[in-house]
């Protein structure tokens, strides 16, 4: 297909009836958000959120930010920005044109344009997609780690910082000094409570430069904490062709997802806002409890998927649920040792749960384990360690989320069941791997090594015989009997 034909604003006339598109003009719209992270999830989540909304209040497009690399930039300026949204349900596909996102600046190449966006006034949200790992903290106490190489550097540069804590911390710092009411922060990861974590990296951050600024931060910036939900793969070659086709156009980067979506927002924008709630946002004044739902139920059953299901040879989350084995474990693991965890009045969890069962079934989505497999040092402290800890403390059993964390122990030792090598993605996975090679395939020492990472587990739960054991015998029974068969023994 030749570079004429690509969707851009010349083309959108020229898509199909069917294919929605932007229904307002993207000339017309203004910048009224910063977004740090401008990946997958955020095209299949804010932004379509967004775009439902500037036909009625043109003031919110976005403003994106890479803080790595390029190559996101790169795809959708030759095509106005504009993407395309696949949202993929058994056989069926709908596609839609999303046109929210304005530009997309890469912070590495030059942070001082980036920053200018972020002070420029009419600029009233600062939201972030960054990943757990993006924020430079240790998971394990929801602290800044200020001995991250990205916080290293940003505090040897603090005017030029390319972290997404120093980036907020040196934008609000000159708003305040030029007089510029702060924007609001608003984190969309998966973090336990991220509106107060992120409140507290960053003034912990700020901390370090300048007790003023830590000060205005703590008080004076407002940070709205959130809950995102809808499940978004990574975009495969075979998905950019089907795409492609139904356009009749070319699309560089388009986005599949699923057609759930949720999003629980704290009402804490104190200069304005959109009307989210316009575009099926719910707004609240506390999303903790929606989030720490949301993460034990489906980011703990899907990394406990992930991690099983690789192990397994299921390459998908999908032909993972295809395996009667895998549905009743993540089932059981929900009802029986999630789900009492949780105090939600006034929500039906039994019918969550079902959704999402109904959700990893999607057999269109093709969401890799390996994808969700990575960065689960970051993850597990998050996902599945505050469940743990609740269930210790009511003396209950934790066998089932003792084997996902067994699973993921298995996994970063870099071998798969057949002595191949495993791409591991994670912060820690050097260190993780040599922990691994020094246990060999004793599962006492590899569990008592991975145990011992204090970044992830903290100081107390190796001590404890109710976690330790558990997990233990359940790194047993994958090396004696493989995944698949210690699934089945798991699942009853």
């Not at 759930?260 to 709630?277: A, C, L, N, S, Y």
């Not at 999402?356 to 360690?385: C, E, V, Y």
């Not at 067994?406 to 057949?418: C, I, P």
Request: charged fraction near 25%; include cysteine.
């Amino acid at each position: 297909m030749t570079s004429d034909r690509r969707l851009s604003l010349s083309t959108l006339s020229d898509l199909p009836d069917d294919i929605r598109r932007p229904a307002y003009d993207p000339t017309a719209v203004t910048a009224g958000i910063v977004h740090l992270g401008v990946g997958a999830f955020h095209r299949a989540h804010q932004a379509v959120t967004l775009d439902d909304l500037l036909a009625s209040d043109p003031q919110w497009g976005i403003v994106g930010a890479s803080l790595r690399r390029a190559d996101m930039r790169d795809a959708l300026a030759r095509q106005d920005n504009l993407y395309t949204v696949a949202v993929r349900s058994g056989e069926e596909a709908r596609l839609r044109v999303v046109g929210s996102i304005k530009s997309i600046h890469v912070a590495p190449e030059d942070p001082e344009v980036l920053l200018a966006a972020m002070c420029d006034p009419a600029i009233r949200i600062v939201s972030l997609t960054v990943t757990e790992k993006g924020y430079c903290h240790d998971p394990a106490t929801g602290n800044l780690n200020p001995a991250h190489p990205d916080i290293v550097a940003d505090l040897a540069h603090p005017r030029a910082p390319t972290s997404a804590p120093g980036l907020l911390v040196e934008a609000l710092r000159r708003r305040r000094e030029a007089n510029v009411v702060p924007f609001t922060v608003m984190p969309c990861d998966n973090l336990p409570a991220n509106g107060p974590t992120v409140h507290r990296i960053i003034a912990q951050y700020a901390a370090l430069l300048d007790d003023a600024l830590a000060g205005f931060i703590e008080h004076d910036v407002a940070v709205a904490g959130t809950m995102v939900d809808r499940i978004v793969p990574a975009t495969t070659e075979a998905d950019i062709a089907e795409i492609d086709a139904g356009l009749g156009l070319a699309d560089a980067w388009p986005v599949v997802t699923e057609p759930f979506t949720q999003w629980v927002i704290e009402d804490r924008f104190p200069t304005g806002r959109p009307r989210f709630e316009t575009a099926g946002a719910e707004m609240v004044a506390d999303v903790e409890p929606y989030e720490r739902m949301k993460l034990r139920m489906l980011n703990g059953s899907h990394s406990t998927l992930a991690y099983l299901g690789y192990l397994a040879g299921y390459e998908t989350v999908s032909r993972a649920m295809a395996d009667p084995a895998c549905e009743r474990l993540v089932r059981d693991m929900m009802s029986e040792e999630i789900m009492p965890t949780l105090e939600m009045p006034g929500s039906d969890l039994g019918k969550y749960r079902d959704a999402l069962i109904q959700r990893f079934h999607n057999p269109a989505l093709k969401h890799r384990t390996w994808q969700i497999a990575m960065d689960g040092s970051q993850k597990l402290p998050q996902r599945f360690l505050g469940t743990v800890r609740d269930r210790l403390a009511a003396g209950a059993s934790i066998d089932r989320l003792a084997l996902g964390i067994a699973g993921w122990m298995r996994y970063v030792t870099g071998t798969d069941e057949a002595g191949g090598a495993i791409d591991v993605r994670d912060p820690l996975a050097a260190r993780l791997k040599a922990i691994g090679k020094a246990a060999g395939r004793d599962p006492e020492r590899l569990a008592a090594g991975y145990l011992g990472v204090v970044e992830v587990f903290g100081g107390e739960l190796r001590h404890d015989p109710a976690f330790a054991g558990p997990v233990t015998r359940a790194l047993a029974a994958l090396f004696e009997k493989g995944a698949a068969a210690t699934v089945r023994e798991y699942a009853g």
